[in-house]
């Protein structure tokens, strides 16, 4: 094992304090102990207050119970150690308030963001995945986070936006150790817990702020990755997953193939294959991972239009992430303009699936920040993709 990989992470350690306030005493960091609000608090506007009975003769069974915890999971975005998330009053420990309001956000509104865009494809991430939720909390934290993004979404309140985007990283990072512990031993009791929380995980980066320019630092966005991160299912797997609540997530896995030219605009793709195979010499090895991108990408639009298929444009943006292979991605970060080019022609997709609220306004986002690593003289090939996305 490597020195890397054996090091143990721990808190930093702090002295122990038990006249802090119940915020602090909460998230287990050091309280300053300043009055009326500690700087804690102060700084991220949480409620503070001071327990009128001493901590040693009061005891909160969940702290005791959460005392043993590995230390949380800390994102580039986000701390846990260092954000106290607001909660409610100290007598309302017992009934987590905040929780069951993005619960019951979850039920009514954000669970029809997940599936597809046929009647009925949502219903199992509105019943049996809170039910998975319970046995899997880190199903819940992510059905959770998520719930709280779609509401930042909604809020025009800039301090109640912030407030939901930190109380989503801080759900989406408890739930990522587990998820990570969970995917290294797969098995049949979990593996809809497993699919489940990695689609919500990819909702999630498309859903989360981002700062402006990010989108294409590492080549193709993170949202893709995280999307192909389980990677091809195992049979065991499928057999599974399609006996299991989430069956409806295979599907596009399974479909077949269909006649490309079922796409009025096929030809628009097609136009592409000259383009993309007319290589200098010493890039005429790109040219066969261009071809198979392009193939899927045709698949891609042509699954829409048929009906026995059952994929509408945001299954079939995932159907092509999940087809593309490794060598495009490589393209694709070495900023390579070809590559950018066929994304540019998925954004049509994205497009068409923005009355998926976390897809909203992610085609031109896209586009507008992919457009610096095209040359001029490349640009007049993204002219349908900026046209259909409102950009020209």
């Known amino acids: ?69 590995s230390p949380p999971f800390k994102t580039p975005d986000s701390s846990i150690e260092d954000q106290p998330v607001p909660r409610g009053r100290a007598d309302d420990e017992e009934l987590p308030l905040q929780d069951l309001a993005l619960l019951h956000q979850w039920t009514i509104s954000t669970y029809a963001g997940c599936g597809d865009s046929f009647p009925g494809e949502a219903d199992p991430w509105r019943i049996e995945v809170p039910k998975l939720g319970q046995q899997f909390p880190f199903v819940m934290r992510g059905v959770l986070a998520v719930s709280a993004l779609h509401l930042a979404r909604q809020t025009a309140d800039p301090a109640e936006k912030s407030r939901y985007v930190q109380l ?91 006649d490309s030219t079922l796409n009025p605009d096929d030809f628009r793709l097609m136009t592409l294959q000259h383009f993309l195979t007319n290589l200098y010499p010493e890039e005429q090895h790109e040219a066969v991972h261009y071809l198979d991108a392009l193939y899927w990408l045709r698949q891609a639009f042509a699954l829409t239009y048929s009906p026995e298929s059952r994929i509408g444009p945001k299954y079939a943006t995932m159907f092509w992430m999940e087809k593309v292979d490794q060598g495009f991605l490589e393209l694709a970060a070495q900023h390579k303009p070809r590559a950018f080019i066929l994304l540019a022609y998925s954004c049509i997709l994205i497009n ?41």
């Not at 915020?23 to 500690?38: A, F, G, S, Y």
């Not at 990072?173 to 593996?191: F, G, K, M, Q």
């Not at 193709?220 to 499928?238: A, K, N, Q, S, T």
């Not at 992610?362 to 003289?377: F, H, R, S």
Request: aromatic share 10%; hydrophobic share 35%.
């Open 1 to 69: 094992m490597s020195s890397e990989s054996s090091k143990v992470y721990r808190k930093r350690p702090h002295r122990k304090v038990k006249s802090g306030c119940t915020t602090c005493k909460r998230r287990k960091i050091k309280c300053d102990e300043e009055k009326p609000q500690c700087s804690n608090c102060a700084r991220y506007n949480s409620e503070c207050v001071y327990p009128s009975v001493p901590s040693d003769c009061v005891r909160d069974p969940a702290l005791a119970a959460n005392s043993n915890r």
């Open 352 to 392: 068409r699936a923005e009355g998926f609220w976390y897809l909203e306004g992610l085609a031109q986002n896209l586009l507008v920040e992919m457009k610096p690593y095209i040359t001029d003289e490349f640009l007049p090939w993204i002219e349908w993709p900026l046209q259909v996305c409102g950009l020209t």
């Open 168 to 258: 989503a990283a801080y759900h989406q990072d408890l739930a990522l150790p587990e998820y990570r512990h969970a995917i290294t031993s797969v098995c049949e009791d979990n593996i809809h817990a497993v699919v489940a929380f990695s689609a919500l995980t990819t909702l999630y980066c498309m859903a989360a702020p981002r700062e402006p320019g990010s989108l294409f630092v590492d080549g193709m966005p993170e949202f893709v990755f995280l999307h192909r991160g389980v990677g091809e299912f195992p049979p065991l797997w499928r057999h599974w997953v399609n006996n299991g609540p989430l069956r409806s997530q295979m599907h596009r896995r399974q479909v077949p193939l269909v």
